[in-house]
């Protein structure tokens, strides 16, 4: 098995189904997506992706700027019965964001996604960032 797909099929174990998982570069191109995330199979999902990323970086951007220090997870609660988490990191001034999908009744699911999720996009950041540096 390659390393491409044994990192796919760790990250995908990450957020099992029905939980979602996805991570994407700040302009919100999916760089992984879990199996049971519907961000890897459609455009419509792929765009609502890059929204919540705009979403994080925003947050983060703020926090930042008002000196409330360097937010490690924004999470959102919906009137759909859904929860987001999401984490992010910037290294070499690139931002890759991962975010957790979940229905509401699997929160606790959800948070603990994304300590796993926050590992593999900070993986992603630093080979990211590295390619941004030589570039």
């Known amino acids: 098995m390659s390393s491409?797909?044994?990192l796919k099929s760790h990250f995908s174990s990450l957020a099992p189904a029905p939980l979602s998982a996805t991570i994407t570069d700040s302009t919100g191109h999916v760089?992984?997506?879990?199996?049971?995330?519907?961000?890897?199979s459609s455009s419509s999902s792929s765009h609502q992706s890059a929204a919540?990323?705009?979403?994080?970086?925003?947050a983060h951007d703020t926090a930042s700027r008002m000196g409330l220090g360097e937010p490690l997870r924004v999470s959102i609660a919906t009137r759909?019965?859904?929860v987001v988490v999401?984490?992010?990191e910037a290294v070499q001034g690139e931002m890759v964001v991962g975010t957790v999908v979940a229905p509401e009744e699997r929160e606790a699911e959800a948070r603990v996604a994304s300590w796993g999720v926050h590992?593999?996009?900070g993986r992603v950041?630093?080979?990211v960032g590295e390619g941004r540096r030589e570039g």
């Not at 760089?31 to 890897?40: E, R, V």
């Not at 919540?52 to 925003?58: E, K």
């Open 52 to 58: 919540l990323s705009q979403a994080f970086i925003s």
């Open 80 to 82: 759909h019965g859904l």
């Open 31 to 40: 760089i992984l997506a879990s199996s049971g995330s519907a961000a890897a």
């Open 119 to 121: 590992e593999v996009v």
């Open 86 to 88: 999401q984490t992010g």
């Open 125 to 127: 950041a630093r080979v």
């Open 4 to 6: 491409t797909s044994s």
